[in-house]
């Protein structure tokens, strides 16, 4: 079984409708962090958690919002899709203390029409 | 500013041929340089961390290395199946406690059997 995992892996909706984006992991980890990756832009952070209680903006976060329900859930949130947040999203996850190695999951192809 | 560039774009090698690919980074103090692969659709995977000039790791047919400037990633002898795009990322040690990764946009290479 994967270690993390997101669902759905492909979702296509239209402007201004609200998508969740979920991520689970087994690895234990505290540290959850959403990525989206666009062509010739490489990955870009939106939002990184430390724990439950600790939730932080990344670089691009406006337009999106997260949740940390349990150390293994992280959710992103697109409020009011507009098509210029068609992308890939990326969960990944770290554990403190460990070598900084982030580990991704499989992705999340969202279209917004 | 702090800033990853990778050299190729893309790259496309025969079924045995060796060739390195580069990252080359600008940061206020490195704290650690990352390889991923990335296939087409998934998440990146881990393949290395380097923390000081000099340091080389290995992983079959990969060999990463880093000087102060720039690290490589060589493929001796590569097979189709290594066929990816390659990600360097690295970490700032003034990055703060968000640990923020920097990446590069990748080398894409095929190996044509």
């Known amino acids: 079984d994967a270690d993390v995992t997101q669902t759905p892996r492909n979702r296509i909706t239209k402007t201004g409708k609200r998508i969740m984006l979920e991520c689970s992991q087994t690895k234990g980890h505290d540290r959850m962090y959403w990525y989206r990756q666009d062509p010739g832009l490489g990955l870009r952070l939106i939002y990184y958690s430390f724990d439950v209680k600790d939730i932080n903006k990344g670089e691009i976060s406006d337009g999106y919002s997260v949740s940390r329900q349990a150390q293994a859930k992280f959710s992103l949130s697109l409020e009011s899709a507009i098509p210029n947040q068609t992308a890939l999203y990326f969960c990944?996850?770290?554990?403190?203390?460990?070598?900084?190695?982030?580990?991704f999951g499989p992705g999340t192809r969202l279209t917004v029409l | 500013e702090d800033q990853v560039t990778q050299s190729p774009e893309a790259l496309r090698l025969q079924e045995g041929e060796s060739s390195s690919l580069n990252c080359s980074y600008t940061v206020s103090g490195l704290r650690g340089l990352f390889w991923y692969r990335q296939d087409p659709g998934k998440g990146p995977e881990f393949l290395f961390t380097l923390y000081s000039a000099g340091e080389e790791k290995e992983k079959e047919r990969l060999k990463a290395t880093l000087t102060k400037k720039e690290s490589f990633l060589h493929i001796t002898a590569p097979k189709p199946e290594d066929s990816a795009t390659y990600l360097c990322a690295v970490q700032s040690l003034h990055a703060g406690n968000n640990r923020k990764l920097i990446w590069g946009l990748g080398t894409s290479l095929a190996v044509n059997p």
């Open positions: 990944a996850t770290r554990r403190t203390g460990s070598e900084d190695t982030q580990y």
